[in-house]
């Protein structure tokens, strides 16, 4: 189709550009590294506008050796795994309170939060003497000898594994000496003995217990606060039997106790194994961080009777969902050993193999071997064979063949921390280009079925040497990166994004591969390019075809679909109207399935001319609706951060403005249009009248009645629409069956049902569908700013009595919203504090909701200590000011009646104390009220007060 016909479908832009995505059934995992925690939370909105619906991000515990541990590493060498980050101690991601906040946001943009969890192995392996004395690993027991001395391979190890007379174990080179899959250490870094059965209070409260670990001059050190670290086992415990797995056979009963959240000191310490250790932190993480699962690191490396047995019972029926049910979180493990391999020993859950136990667990694996192969693809340049990628996929082992897969294995992806675009793991890597994050493989995997994950890596951890994860997707939250390599900031892109959110809108039902044979003898046409859609009840969803060549031109195909006679079909990603792509109009914006739903499809190689441009690929489908989603009344916005080539502001700089709501009640208004309706197409008319017939909302996880009528519209089981709200107030679908309306929708909201600060709101509108076929849909994601009430504050260690000439105030923010704190003294009647914050008296940032400020030059009598707090905008949001008065400032000795001066009333009240023999006379503490008082008395009353 010409571009000159584009104006019946222009509207499909506004449909992608406000219409975002949809992550409900396979929510695209943004596997987010290299970022702190605060700049996460800050660009919270880019990613939920970016479509994604889980994360997946690095190990959260202290790293490195020592009682500092490196500050900088990534985390896969656990030094600590109860150590989040303090605030003189952060990791390189910032303190347990940035954990905190960054997942409860995560959590309010509707997003899984996946650890990384490391639990094979510790940091590197220490074998002195002085490290032993120290105390060695937090948690873990060495059996040193006593006095300690160096150990050798052969020494006993305790709770790791030991070495041969030869050497230590080593488990990354099969070819190599002393080689241990499960025995050896991965890279140096010490490896757990899962099996040992050493049982201590691996994390004492107090002295004297017999049951504490060993400790040294340093860790393993009774601290009453360790008490946090440990379930409550006075509150109702948790039992059930783990059955066993067909490797690993034979039932185990478990009583789990639960983690106090409301009095976290109330957990009471018990003696464990190593083992034990690793399940109470595994099970700290769901229970008081609220994770939705893990990523297991090195799983091949530990026994597999390790995760069946107490793994998979330490997360058992532990996530509380929105709805608040209790489930299984998803975890997934890396292993390279190969796809039967890893099947074999590491997959737990339900598949289209029956496996005796596999329903207990929900643990997949990461799809290394479909990755491999893409990146070979993608280093073949146009040479290589997306045949040997079809047949790589984990998801091939339960499907048995490689065109009909159903996503029940494997975590898709093409690119990792280990694995990506740039880098070798010794260096800072560099700017990816676009051929390098592949947007033609990140097509592919966005369209076929399964969990799909995009690695981002926005270099912004400063790093002084170890190890570096590579860089990822630069394009994965919106920014195109490479203008930094010419001293440029990174200019807008939705390349990737723009794919995610078809993946969430589209992209259902079955796989089907529908190019299986060459039509032309002696051509690469199957190696060259690969189609498929995505099909249920019968009919077709969306069309995606995908190309690797890299020499000027199109590929032509002629394929059978299950898109019913006459369905019109719009190119989604955009590039059959690029003309960077598709000078000649050679590839169609809209095709019509002919009979027996064939389609003549022409699918762009990756390159024109001279000019590369990487987008080999073209994704069809019906049409959604386009439209607009609007929130009034609005105060204001929160603009987009100005570019920047710093690394560090680039990572936390947000791309997309937020209205900001202060009134009580607010409007959502969803208006939409049809996308197209008539078409001329090979000279015959066609007509589209299927445009919207429902349209829902959703805000942050959903399950809130927030349309008034008295409870939440749909359960969990309402597929797209769990968690989503009808719209009450006016409820106009466009569909009418003959001719092309609009829509409009719209619901008043109390806003005193949402919490302060973001929220995330969603608006779907369904295209007409036949019954029992997937849904079709636009989304339209908003952030919005609830700005209801002022920002609250208080005074952490308030006090009624100072008693020095300097005094340290903590400010502790009570919401998510406090960005600034100011502390001020004596702030004169009748003017404003707000007019007199300043640099001088702006409190430091400690930790996430906590500031300081050290008050100097304190004088004798009573002060009024004032707190001003602010939101993210002085001027667009709320403030708040805080008044704590009638503070006693006690610098002068002589004034007992504590009216801030000295006078005969004070005289008055020692001779009162003085005749009636009150202890507080007793002024120079010699045990005895005599006349040396009351000269001590009168030098102070003589002596000026501070």
């Given amino acids: 189709m010409r571009r000159s016909a584009l104006g019946c479908i222009a509207g499909v832009a506004v449909a992608w550009g406000g219409g ?99 639990l094979n192995h510790n940091g590197a392996r220490q074998t002195g003497a002085s490290f032993q004395a120290a105390g060695g690993y937090p948690g873990f027991w060495m059996a040193s000898a006593n006095p300690p001395t160096n150990k050798q391979p052969t020494s006993p190890w305790g709770d790791f594994q030991a070495g041969t007379s030869s050497g230590y174990l080593q488990s990354e080179n099969p070819g190599g000496p002393r080689y241990d899959r499960e025995r050896g250490d991965l890279v140096a870094l010490i490896d757990l003995d899962q099996a040992s059965v050493n049982f201590f209070i691996r994390h004492p409260i107090g002295p004297g217990n017999p049951q504490n670990i060993p400790g040294g001059t340093l860790w393993n050190l009774p601290d009453a606060g360790n008490a946090r670290l440990y379930p409550d086992r006075q509150l109702a415990p948790f039992a059930f039997t783990n059955p066993g797995s067909f490797r690993n056979p034979g039932p185990t009963a478990f009583t789990v106790y639960p983690f106090n959240t409301a009095t976290p000191m109330a957990g009471d310490p018990i003696a ?34 390790f995760w069946d047995t107490y793994f998979d019972s330490a997360v058992h029926l532990r996530r509380t969902t929105p709805d608040g049910r209790q489930v299984t979180p998803f975890s997934f493990g890396e292993s390279v050993e190969g796809n039967q391999f890893t099947f074999d020993n590491y997959v737990r859950k339900s598949n289209n193999i029956v496996r005796a136990g596999d329903s207990f667990g929900n643990r997949d694996a990461l799809d290394l071997a479909g990755a491999g192969a893409l990146r070979d693809l993608l280093s073949a340049g146009g040479l290589g064979s997306w045949q040997n990628v079809a047949g790589a996929h984990l998801d091939t082992i339960d499907d048995g063949n490689d065109f009909t897969q159903d996503g029940s294995l494997g975590v898709n992806h093409v690119f990792s921390h280990d694995n990506g675009t740039t880098g070798n793991g010794s260096g800072a890597p560099g700017i990816p280009t676009i051929k390098q994050q592949f947007p033609t493989g990140q097509a592919y995997l966005l369209m076929r079925t399964g969990p799909t994950k995009i690695y981002h890596n926005p270099r912004a951890i400063a790093r002084s040497g170890g190890f570096w994860p590579r860089s990822g997707v630069d394009l994965a939250l919106g920014h195109d ?21 078809i993946h969430n809108q589209y992209a259902r039902g079955q796989f089907y591969r529908l190019n299986f044979t060459e039509p032309n003898p002696g051509l690469r046409g199957l190696e060259d390019v690969l189609i498929f859609d995505r099909r249920s009840g019968g009919q077709s969803n969306v069309l995606a075809a995908v190309n690797d060549r890299y020499d000027a031109g199109y590929d032509a195909r002629t394929i059978f679909t299950q898109f019913p006679q006459g369905t019109i079909l719009v190119e989604l990603t955009g590039n059959a109207a690029n003309a960077a792509v598709d000078p000649s109009d050679d590839v169609r914006d809209i095709l019509v399935a002919g009979a027996n739903g064939q389609v003549d499809l022409r699918i762009p190689r990756n390159r024109t001319g001279s000019t590369e441009h990487h987008r080999g690929y073209v994704v069809y489908g019906p049409a959604v609706p386009s439209g607009t989603l609007a929130v009034a009344p609005t105060s204001g916005q929160i603009p987009a951060d100005a570019p920047s080539t710093s690394a560090a502001a680039i990572a936390r700089g947000r791309m997309n403005p937020i209205p900001i709501v202060q009134a009580p009640v607010f409007t959502l208004e969803l208006n939409t249009t049809p996308t197209l ?110 700005d209801r009430v002022p920002p609250e504050v208080a005074w952490a260690n308030q006090t009624a009595r100072i008693t020095a000439t300097q005094f340290r105030v903590d400010v502790k923010a009570l ?26 008296n702006l409190a430091r940032v400690e930790d996430r909701f906590d500031f300081y400020l050290t008050l100097t030059g304190l004088r004798h009598g009573y002060s009024t200590i004032t707190l001003v707090a602010y939101e993210e905008s002085d001027t667009l949001m709320r403030s708040n000011v805080v008044n704590y008065p009638n503070v006693f400032i006690d610098l002068c000795p002589a004034d007992l009646d504590d009216d801030g001066v000295v006078d005969f009333n004070d005289f008055l009240v020692f001779l009162n104390w003085y005749n009636t023999a009150d202890p507080r006379a007793d002024l120079n503490g010699d045990g005895v009220i005599d006349f040396n008082d009351l000269l001590e008395y009168l030098n102070q009353y003589n002596t000026p007060c501070a």
């Fill in 20 to 118: 975002q995505a949809l992550a409900q059934d396979n929510p695209v995992i943004l596997q987010w590294f290299e970022a702190r925690w605060a700049d996460m939370e800050r660009r919270m909105p880019d990613f939920f506008v970016a479509g994604y619906g889980a994360t997946w991000i690095p190990p959260v515990s202290k790293g490195g050796i020592g009682p500092t541990g490196n500050t900088d590493t990534v985390g896969y060498d656990p030094w600590e795994r109860f150590d989040l980050g303090r605030p003189n101690r952060q990791t390189a991601y910032g303190t347990e309170q940035n954990l905190r906040a960054v997942i409860e946001e995560f959590h309010r943009a509707n997003a899984l939060v996946y650890v990384d969890a490391v």
């Fill in 272 to 305: 464990e194994n190593a083992t034990g250790l690793l399940f109470r932190w595994t099970q700290w993480m769901l229970d008081e961080f609220k994770v939705d699962g893990f990523r297991l690191d090195a799983i091949k490396h530990a026994p597999s009777w």
């Fill in 481 to 501: 990166y490479t203008p930094l390599a010419g001293g440029q900031p990174p200019v807008a892109s939705d390349l990737v994004t723009r794919l995610v959110r």
């Fill in 677 to 786: 309706h008539n078409v001329v197409y090979r000279s015959v008319s066609y007509t589209d009248v299927n445009t919207d017939d429902k349209a829902a909302f959703r805000v942050n996880q959903g399950y809130r009645d927030l349309n008034g009528n008295g409870s939440p519209d749909y359960p969990h089981t309402a597929g797209v629409l769990a968690g989503y709200e009808d719209f009450r107030t006016v409820n106009q679908p466009a569909y009418n069956g003959s001719t092309a309306t609009t829509g409009r929708y719209t619901q008043t909201i109390d806003a005193s049902l949402l919490p302060e600060g973001m929220n995330y709101v969603s608006a779907i509108a369904f295209r007409r569908r036949p019954a029992g076929t997937s849904p079709l849909f636009a989304e339209w994601r908003q952030p919005v700013y609830i």
């Fill in 815 to 840: 919401d998510q919203t406090v960005r600034r704190a100011h502390v001020m003294r004596d702030v004169p009647t009748g003017v404003d504090p707000r007019t007199l914050v300043d640099v001088f």
